[in-house]
């Protein structure tokens, strides 16, 4: 008893010290952006707007806000609220959408199949029951509009968070090297200032193409120091300056705040909002860590690190209201260590950065993934850490801008004021979801969704409004920014959608493919050919198209569609759904690939190889399922089941067993049961014992030669078994052949003004200067032929 005590204690220590292991890498990843707020918020809030007095009511009324907006909307909302919202582990806006689509049908994919939901990572922990089915979720699901409603608002957020990737490396690398105007004068500070910050952002982006992975061991001692330094900092200006500070903790001090300045205290607001940037980032990056990982992180480092730093500035200001300098972080350090601090803020700016920049690779991916964003190219830096990606195209617009915004305008106070209003729009999306989570995937009374949604809601409102204000000093720009992104997500997700309703209603019957022989001039060539399609059934039109131009195809044809299902993990597997199309000796297959949004597509070579593995899988349990017949659902009957997809036809049926599908048709005869009796040297023996036995006796024999017929039947099947493996093996060394289409879209005679714009001309121009499925597919160009399809929506 005493050991299994001690064992049971030295797992839970193992356990902790794993956890407390997670909380401390976690500050470099998760923290960064937050935590180098103390450099531009009273700065930013104190920037025109008010000014402090001798009475110090403005300088207590910020750090009473600072406080609980710390508190309130970090602390409360995410880390004990938020974060318990997880999809299997994972986090962030698109976590929130997927588990609303899994509980409501709500989905706008368009490939969707009853067969996703038997995947382990789609199951949920609390199967919906009758009496939770509220009203809420039926009106949600009644409403189509409301469908495009919501994916709209997760789409602003996203925008939001894109804007935020811009805004951040600039606001921090600014705020960080602004140090300088302490030993330079104010001619000279613009110029070195500007030109230092345009080169580390430069130096910043170019190298991410190496991954996090390779630098991100000193990310976290970067974060850790910089918060012992800031909290250090605090401390001394305390005892120094104010040990009396810590009395503008008291919410009254909000009230006497506003009291006083009116008007331009609530327009401060927007500067005070910055306290709160990065908390997005506990949610979204929750699947790189745990729940409890980061719950500790904030709860005892980083929270009372953050508090002690706003109250020491605070205190240092309370005593220098004639300050010579600019108010900011910079004025509140001592001399003797200027230097070292401005270097680890130099330091902690970039981790800050580097994370926002990751964020943004990471949600560009799940938007593409989803249907919602132009292809680009996604280049998966590290083979042991999974989520870690690398975009190029967008790595360097996103350098561009930054650099843009930063010449562009050269201030803390409009960065300040942009990045503020990006930062509110995110929260307010996380939480207008949060309040559905809360009804149709927790269960809970609408009374407590109403209650989160109106205190959380009216405060981020509060600061809302107050970047609304700023429009023309900076709050333009995200607005400005997510109006582009809205209309180029909302376009190709339209016209993805549109096409896949023409492939739907333009797809071609199993019949027209049977037919398809020597009598027709049609040969088959070696090798193996992968036709691509977004059907989940039927024959794709660009085939009909390719045989049509080209009347031959390959020897194993394979129908390939990669869809993305709404979970965040498919796991490898799940991931293959393969079929039959036709006959055994078409030697057509069907194969569905199913990526979740947080997935990295598999590079060509992987993919061949696993495909053709599957195909043998395939049709090894095939062979065995024809074989054994009714004997083998009954001795599966536990793992098998029968689903049909939503655009499902008469001519198959899909059936998933395990991991496995096949494809079969509805004609198919019903499978002979075989009886055992002793085996008989030939067949000759069995006609001539029939002849010259009893009546009875010959009943008994002809069983015994059903028996041995049915013998050579599995005889011959085996030999077929053998000939169709040896035919996708001689296959599979002739080579692959990945057959695309290359598609042109047309809105149709008639169509309104925007749709033509949008379809003709927007779309199109997005689908040349982006990546094609080609490039996203990661197809050499030696295996690829593409055909023109024209479509019209």
């Known amino acids: 008893m005493d050991l299994n005590f001690r064992k049971c204690f030295a797992s839970k220590k193992e356990s902790w010290r794993s956890v407390v292991l997670l909380a401390y890498q976690s500050l470099g990843v998760v923290y960064g952006d937050l935590s180098i707020s103390p450099l531009y918020v009273f700065r930013s809030t104190f920037a025109e707007d008010i000014h402090h007095s001798e009475t110090n009511e403005e300088i207590f009324g910020v750090l009473s806000f600072v406080f609980w907006t710390l508190t309130l909307v970090p602390l409360i909302k995410y880390v004990f609220i938020v974060l ?66 919501l994916l709209v608002l997760v789409l602003i957020g996203t925008c939001m968070v894109i804007g935020d990737g811009i805004l951040t490396p600039a606001i921090s690398v600014f705020s960080a090297v602004s140090g300088l105007e302490l030993s330079m004068s104010k001619e000279h500070h613009e110029y070195a200032v500007i030109p230092i910050t345009c080169v580390i952002l430069v130096c910043l982006f170019a190298l991410q193409h190496f991954g996090t992975h390779r630098i991100g061991f000193v990310f976290a001692p970067i974060v850790l120091t910089w918060l012992l330094c800031i909290s250090s900092l605090g401390i001394y200006n305390i005892i120094k300056w104010n040990p009396h500070v810590y009395k503008a903790l008291s919410p009254t001090y909000m009230f006497m705040f506003l009291k006083k300045t009116r008007r331009s205290g609530w327009m401060s607001l927007g500067g005070i909002l910055l306290c709160i940037t990065g908390s997005e980032a506990m949610f979204a990056d929750l699947g790189h860590f745990s729940y409890a990982a980061i719950q500790i992180a904030f709860t005892f480092v980083v929270y009372p690190a953050l508090i002690l730093a706003y109250m020491g500035q605070a205190a240092y200001l309370s005593r220098h209201h004639h300050s010579i300098y ?116 927790w269960h809970k009374p609408p009374i407590l969704a109403m209650a989160f949604l109106l205190f959380f809601g009216s405060v981020e409102l509060l600061y809302f409004s107050a970047s609304l204000t700023k429009f023309r000093e900076g709050a333009w720009l995200p607005i400005l ?46 090798g193996i050919g992968l036709v691509f399609t977004d059907l989940t059934s039927g024959i794709p039109a660009n085939f009909s198209r390719f045989v049509t131009n080209l009347p031959a195809f390959h020897r194993v044809l394979v129908f390939v569609c990669v869809k993305s299902v709404p979970v965040p993990y498919v796991p490898p597997a799940e991931r293959y759904l393969v079929g039959r199309v036709g006959p055994v000796d078409h030697r057509s297959y069907r194969c569905i690939v199913r990526y979740g949004y947080r997935d990295v597509h598999q590079d060509v070579d992987s993919f061949e190889a696993e495909l053709v593995s599957r195909l043998a899988d395939f049709i090894r349990y095939d062979w065995h399922r024809r074989t054994q017949g009714g004997a083998h659902d009954q001795d599966h009957d536990d793992t098998s089941r029968s689903v049909r997809s939503n655009e499902s036809t008469s001519e198959s049926r899909l059936a998933v067993i395990g991991t496995v599908a096949f494809e079969i048709e509805e004609s198919l005869q019903p499978e002979s049961v075989s009886v055992g009796f002793t085996t008989v040297e030939s067949i000759n023996d069995v006609i001539e014992m029939e002849t010259t036995m009893q009546p009875q006796q010959a009943n008994a024999m002809k069983r015994v030669r059903f028996a041995v017929e049915e013998e050579e039947e599995e005889e011959e099947e085996e030999m077929e078994l053998m000939e169709e493996m040896e035919e996708l093996v001689t296959a599979q060394q002739a080579g692959t052949a990945f057959i695309l289409g290359h598609s042109h879209v047309k809105a149709k005679q008639g169509s309104s003004l925007v749709k033509r714009l949008a379809v003709n001309f927007g779309y199109n121009f997005l689908r040349r200067n982006c990546r094609g499925p080609d490039v996203s597919l990661k197809v050499p160009p030696v295996s690829l032929l593409e055909v023109g399809m024209v479509y019209i929506v």
């Open 326 to 441: 600019k108010i900011g972080f910079y004025v509140s350090v001592p001399q003797s260590v200027k230097w070292p601090v401005l270097v680890i803020a130099i330091l902690a700016s970039v981790v800050g950065s580097q994370a926002i920049i990751s964020g943004t690779f990471s949600i560009i991916n799940q938007s593409q993934s989803l249907g919602c964003f132009p292809r680009v190219k996604v280049v998966h830096t590290s083979d042991k850490i999974h989520g870690q990606i690398y975009i190029p195209e967008i790595n360097w617009l996103l350098m561009i801008l930054c650099i843009a915004v930063t010449i562009g305008f050269r201030d803390v106070k409009h960065l300040g004021n942009a990045s503020g209003l990006a930062v509110m729009a995110v929260m307010l999306v996380t939480t207008c979801l949060m309040s559905l989570v809360i009804v149709i995937c």
């Open 481 to 526: 920014l997510a109006l582009f992104l809205m209309t180029v997500m909302f376009v190709w997700h339209y016209a993805t959608v549109k096409k896949y309703e023409y492939d739907l209603h333009n797809k071609v019957s199993l019949e027209w493919l049977l037919a398809l022989g020597p009598s027709l001039g049609i040969t088959r060539v070696p």
């Open 84 to 149: 318990r919202a997880d999809d299997n582990g994972e986090g962030g806006t698109f976590a929130l959408y997927s588990l609303l689509c899994r509980h409501a049908k709500v989905s706008l994919l368009p490939n969707r199949q009853l067969a996703d939901e038997a995947l382990s990572t789609y199951k949920l922990e609390h199967p919906p029951e009758k009496n939770h089915d509220s009203w809420l979720k039926r009106y949600l699901e009644k409403h189509k509009s409301l469908h495009t409603a």
